[in-house]
């Protein structure tokens, strides 16, 4: 029963000794600066700004449209007869409408885009990362983590592969 005892206490004092000298390789992404600083991803919102520029434009006409529209309307309004008020109120008001519908589908639209490009390069980065981690023999690849120190960040790496 001693003997058992003294392996039992010899074997748990050599336990951390064993996880202590097994290596862990662990190496960290800044999954933000690949989606900022890619190639992939400049291209990609370039893309998108050239995509989207057009209607970007229009709803700018809108704005400017409906400032012109309320403006005239604070400063001619008590000096124009009840149907001019009448018919450039109507007009405001479907500028505005029409501008509230064009801001909404455009958003819509370009957030679809951009989740539409950006898993992508989404795509791109995990495969990079996954053969960065195979060939280097990496245990774990973290991202968005609070700290990690510059010897185990890896994402310069990543971007190089990226941008190749």
Known sequence: MNRLLV?????SIS????????S????????EKLFRDSQLAV?????LEKEFYAR????????KQARDLQSFLEKEGLTLSESERTKRQKDLANVSR?????????REDLNQRKNEEF???????????????EKEKFDVI?????FASPRVDITDRVLKSLDR
């Not at 336990?15 to 097994?22: E, G, H, K, R, S």
């Not at 029409?98 to 455009?106: V, Y």
């Not at 898993?119 to 981690?133: G, L, M, P």
């Open 98 to 106: 029409d501008l509230q519908h064009d801001q909404r589908t455009f």
């Open 142 to 146: 973290l991202e968005n983590v609070v």
């Open 15 to 22: 336990l951390p000794v064993a996880a202590q000298t097994t």
């Open 119 to 133: 898993a992508a390069v989404q795509e791109r980065a995990r495969k990079a990362i996954t053969d960065i981690a």
């Open 43 to 47: 291209n990609a919102q370039k893309k």
């Open 24 to 31: 862990i390789k662990i190496g960290f992404v800044n999954t």
């Open 56 to 63: 970007e434009q229009n709803i700018q006409k809108l704005v």
């Open 7 to 11: 392996l039992l206490l010899a074997f």
